[in-house]
Structures are given as structure tokens and as C-alpha cells.
Nanobody, 127 residues
Framework: EVQLQASGGGTVQPGASLRLSCAHPGFGVDDYAIAWYRQVPGEERLTVACISNKDGRTFYADSVKDRATISNNKGNHTVSLLMHSLKPEDTAVYFC????????????????????WGKGTLVTVSS
């Protein structure tokens, strides 16, 4: 069973930075994407950022554009999300997910195209 391990959450003050990491075992293929989603209780799980392992293309949600950087360390199978200038509205449980390209309809893949999900890590932005 493929497991993704998300880590790095915590409580920070507004304006601070935080790095989330997603460790995975690899998928035996080169063509996959890793995404970060976040979810507030009672609300929909939304894409934050996504990166393609094959060609490095990235996607950022408008809510974090210019404040977030997603990066892929192929050597140790870790995808990081660095977020800075954090705001209280960034408070959420953050999940990482993996999607193998079996013919994506678009990039980033739709949520239902992600086959593997990690357990979430809680980020709280509060003064």
C-alpha cells in the first residue's frame, strides 16, 4: 500500500513562514504529480499547489500565489511546500496527494484523479 507522509504543520503567527513536507515511496513511473490540498472543517478540500514530477510544471491557487513555493526532491521522494506571509485564513488541515498520469484531463489533475492521500497536518495561523 502506497503511503504518503505529510509533516511540518504547527502553530505560527501571522506573517510567519512554514515548510510542509510530503514523503512518498515513489510510484515506479516518472509521470505523476504531487499536490497539496487544504481543508477547513465543514468546507471543501481545495488545491493549494501541485507539481509534476516529469516536467516540473507547477500550479498555485490564487489564494497562495506569490506566497508559496512547491518543490520536488526526486532524490529522496519528498515534495515541499514553503509558505510565507501566512495569514489566519491559511489555517487548515493540509493534505498531500499523488496522481499518476493515466491521461489527465487537465493539469493540475482533478481531485478524483488522485489515487493516494496522506494523513493531514494541521496548520494554525494565530496571534
Amino acid at each position: 500500500e502506497v503511503q504518503l507522509q505529510a509533516s511540518g504543520g504547527g502553530t505560527v503567527q501571522p506573517g510567519a513562514s512554514l515548510r510542509l513536507s510530503c514523503a512518498h515511496p515513489g510510484f515506479g513511473v516518472d509521470d505523476y504529480a504531487i499536490a497539496w490540498y487544504r481543508q477547513v472543517p465543514g468546507e471543501e478540500r481545495l488545491t493549494v499547489a501541485c507539481i509534476s514530477n516529469k516536467d516540473g510544471r507547477t500550479f498555485y491557487a490564487d489564494s497562495v500565489k506569490d506566497r508559496a513555493t512547491i518543490s520536488n526532491n526526486k532524490g529522496n521522494h519528498t515534495v515541499s511546500l514553503l509558505m510565507h506571509s501566512l495569514k489566519p485564513e491559511d489555517t487548515a488541515v493540509y493534505f498531500c496527494a499523488a496522481s499518476i498520469d493515466r491521461g489527465w484531463f487537465r493539469f493540475p489533475p482533478y481531485r478524483w484523479e488522485y489515487e493516494y492521500w496522506g494523513k493531514g497536518t494541521l496548520v494554525t495561523v494565530s496571534s
